[in-house]
Structure formats: structure tokens, C-alpha cells
């Protein structure tokens, strides 16, 4: 007869080898928005708006206007920002539906 704290040692060892394995065949994939507009603002290292930075999520393209913001309306959560060289790309991950079923999400980034 196994006594009940070897039995549950037994049982934790079987989770931890099973769990892992049964969790990596469950497919985590976030969906993209159907339409989501993105809006902010670019910022230089000194805090000052940057005009004329490019700003890229998928397909969509803009550049930030002389107080440094930007609208766009795109179909993917990625983004990346360029102005002379200097770079950055991310993730949007606060975006909310509005009224009419279309994601928006803003952010504003500094780029230094």
C-alpha cells in the first residue's frame, strides 16, 4: 500500500509532465482586429513633437503632422515608428471596440 503523501507526490509528478504538453497543443493566437485605427503622438527625446516621423502598421502608412500625431487606419496590432534613422516598433495592446464594431487604440512614444 503507497501512503497518501507518496500518492500525492506521484500525482503532482504525472501533472507537471502531462500538464506542459497538454497546454502547448492549445493554440494561444490573439486575434487581429478586423479594422483598427491607431492615433498618437511622437515625441523627440527632448520633448518636443516630431514632424514628418513615418509611421507603419501593416500595409497602413502616415506621418505625424507638425505637433507630432498621426491617425491610421490599419488591419494588425504592430507598428513601427521612424524619423532619421531612429526606430521603434511595438505592439498595441490596449485597443477597445467603439460603437460602430471599429478597434481604436492610441498611444504616444517618445523616440529617442
Given amino acids: 500500500m503507497v501512503s497518501l ?7 503532482a509528478g504525472l ?3 502531462v500538464a506542459p504538453a497538454a497546454l502547448s497543443a492549445i493554440a494561444w ?8 485605427v491607431l492615433s498618437g503622438r ?10 514628418g516621423a513615418a509611421v507603419e502598421a501593416g500595409a497602413a502608412r502616415a506621418a ?12 494588425t496590432r504592430r507598428y513601427r ?15 477597445r471596440p467603439d460603437a460602430d464594431g471599429t478597434w481604436r487604440a492610441s498611444f504616444a512614444l517618445t523616440l529617442a
Fill in 5 to 11: 503523501r507518496r500518492r500525492q507526490v506521484i500525482i
Fill in 15 to 17: 501533472g507537471s509532465s
Fill in 29 to 36: 493566437k490573439e486575434e487581429e482586429p478586423e479594422r483598427l
Fill in 42 to 51: 511622437v515625441l523627440a527625446a527632448d520633448g518636443k513633437p516630431l514632424a
Fill in 64 to 75: 505625424t503632422d507638425a505637433d507630432g500625431r498621426f491617425v491610421l487606419a490599419t488591419n
Fill in 81 to 95: 515608428i521612424s524619423h532619421r534613422g531612429r526606430s521603434a516598433e511595438g505592439l498595441v495592446s490596449n485597443q
